[in-house]
């Protein structure tokens, strides 16, 4: 993973970064208008350029597939690289044949996706063998699945892996990941971003990276 490019590049996603109301590149436009998904464009821009980050052989792991929104948008233009989504579907009416229509929507090959729940199926090896470069966690974002969320990602993790999370306005989240990278020495936040409760509606709920040190 190319943690250096992520953070270099991330801001050239965008005429003034932050604040923005969309990335210079509108492909993802058509993402958000024909999945329902609970994002933004610029959500979107994040994930795809971590995901172009990502080194031969390593992984993008998606836990909180949902309909197929976010994944779909790390995929486009990345498809030589591995992703991984993980989801129980038990989350509204999100279901793996939304998803795999959206894929084929887009054009998109299947990944591997693994139905359950990510705190079994994680540690009974599901991703035995994948290194991980990208960990996007946007699953239940209790204070304690949200701390769950990131430490059991962290046996597969590459150094200078992208640790992504959702929703980090809710001050559940906010809390979690503030006690996690307070627990984790290899953890550091390097992108922190507000959502509509905070005054930035264009990154939807807020957005935060850390990244896995070495």
Known sequence: MNADRFLRELPLLFEDFPNSEHPLDRRFAPVVEEIEGLTRENNLAL???AAACLAPGEAYV???VFRGTSLVAAMLGNEEHRFVGIDAFTFR???LEQVERNLERFGLPR?????GDVFELVPAGALRETPVGVWYYDALHTYEAQ????????PWLVPGALVIVDD???EQVARAMDDYVAEQPRARR?????GKERGSPQW?????????EV
């Not at 701390?147 to 962290?154: D, P, S, T, W, Y």
């Not at 390097?190 to 507000?194: E, G, Q, S």
């Not at 939807?204 to 896995?212: D, I, N, P, T």
């Open 168 to 170: 980090t306005d809710w």
């Open 111 to 115: 990944p591997k996706l693994l139905i």
């Open 47 to 49: 994930l795809n350029l």
């Open 93 to 95: 009416d999100g279901s």
């Open 147 to 154: 701390l769950e969320g990131l430490r059991v990602a962290e």
């Open 190 to 194: 390097i992108v922190a971003l507000d």
């Open 62 to 64: 998606e836990v909180g």
């Open 204 to 212: 939807w709920e807020g957005m935060q990276v850390l990244v896995w």
